[in-house]
């Protein structure tokens, strides 16, 4: 579906973005993904890909630096020679009531979740519309659809990400580059495992339960393919119904 496809995926170590970075591999496209915590994880991710007769590289890159994001970029058009997809999907939680909540908390989850995705969708975008195609898919959230309480920051941030998507696909689409987002409800990762009241929170999903990350990772791999390529500037909700 993907072979010969090359793609970018940020975040790509652990949790949905390490689901992500499998199933385009099982795809049949060359992954670079980044990570800035744990070279053991991102090590034993490209052994994984390896082993599926794949290619996975990883770098150790912090997508909140413009020039970090850039050199991802470059680095991997000068590997394989051009970059067809970016998934963007970094992004961390800093969950507080808003009266509690410090500038820092603001600041740093605005900068990863948001500015992050920025800084690499500019990074590529002159690149796919000199090549006249692409795909970026951006990993939202349903708190950025819905809005949920203590995730002021998160929910801001994941809101953001909606207008991004929309905005930039119908700015290149005569390019034929195609940019969509998926959202996430609760999802079974390392930032829900230590999730407080788990059981009343799945209360509210009509599904009863939890999501996998290869649930999402599933539909980021059809989005990155041309069976989608008609759908543009969309959101899908991967969320067992809570935002019905």
């Not at 496809?5 to 049949?28: F, P, Q």
């Not at 994001?69 to 970016?86: M, N, P, Q, Y």
């Not at 929170?201 to 059809?222: D, H, Q, S, T, Y």
Request: aromatic share 4%.
């Amino acid at each position: 579906m993907l072979k010969d496809k090359i793609a970018v995926v940020t975040g790509g170590s652990r949790g949905i973005g390490k689901a992500i970075v499998m199933e385009l591999v099982r795809a049949g496209a060359s992954v670079v993904f980044t990570y800035l915590k744990s070279d053991e994880a991102a090590l034993k991710l490209s052994d994984e890909a390896k082993e599926l007769g794949g290619k996975a590289e990883a770098v150790k890159s912090d997508s909140r630096q413009y020039a970090q994001a850039k050199s991802v970029v470059d680095e991997t058009i000068k590997r394989f020679g051009r970059l067809d997809i970016l998934v963007n999907n970094a992004g961390i939680i800093k969950d507080k009531a808003l009266m509690l909540m410090e500038p820092s908390d603001w600041q740093e989850v605005i900068e990863t979740n948001l500015t992050g995705y920025f800084n690499m969708s500019k990074a590529c975008i002159v690149g796919m519309m000199k090549q006249k195609s692409g795909n970026i898919i951006n990993i939202s959230s349903v708190a950025g659809v819905v809005g949920t309480p203590r995730q002021t920051n998160y929910a801001s941030a994941k809101a953001g990400i909606v207008g991004l998507t929309k905005s930039l696909a119908k700015e290149v689409a005569s390019f034929n580059i195609r940019v969509n987002a998926v959202a996430p409800g609760y999802i079974e990762t390392d930032m829900t495992r230590d999730l407080k009241k788990k059981d009343e929170l799945l209360k509210l999903v009509p599904c009863g339960r939890l999501g996998k990350p290869e649930e999402v990772a599933k539909v980021v791999a059809f989005l990155a393919g041309d069976e989608s390529g008609y759908i543009t500037g969309q959101v899908i909700k991967i969320d067992g119904g809570l935002a019905i």
